[in-house]
Nanobody, 120 residues
Framework: QLVESGGGLVQAGGSLRLSCAASGRTLNGYVMGWFRQAPRKAREFVAA????????YYADSMKGRFTISRDNAKDTVHLQVSSLKPEDTAVYYC???????????????WGQGTQVTVSS
């Protein structure tokens, strides 16, 4: 089970840290990823982290303002977003996949999402 938190309403230029708590399985070897879906747009990949190695991978358009990290002790993955823009408004989803492929866009398990709204 994946449960996202940390979304909300924030002004442009602000920051947020999204969290995704995982339960029910060991994450060794898994890849954890973040996606987002804006209104009337397709879901897009943001970033991923290999749970065991801690290596990270970002979509080219997300490099610089997005930082993915993990807390092994709490089985939680975070997504820090800075310098938020109105176009960052979206539902942000956490996902995980046991194949551990960092560059995959195909994930087996998904959370319910957390809404991020950025006001101008």
């Amino acid at each position: 089970q994946l449960v996202e938190s940390g979304g909300g309403l924030v002004q442009a230029g602000g920051s947020l840290r999204l969290s995704c708590a995982a339960s029910g399985r060991t994450l060794n070897g898994y890849v954890m990823g973040w996606f987002r879906q804006a209104p009337r747009k397709a879901r897009e990949f943001v970033a991923a982290i290999n749970w065991s190695r801690g290596s990270t991978y970002y979509a080219d358009s997300m490099k610089g303002r997005f930082t993915i990290s993990r807390d092994n002790a709490k089985d939680t993955v975070h997504l820090q977003v800075s310098s938020l823009k109105p176009e960052d408004t979206a539902v942000y989803y956490c996902a995980t996949d046991p194949r551990g492929i960092l560059t995959t866009r195909s994930y087996l398990y998904w959370g319910q999402g957390t809404q991020v709204t950025v006001s101008s």
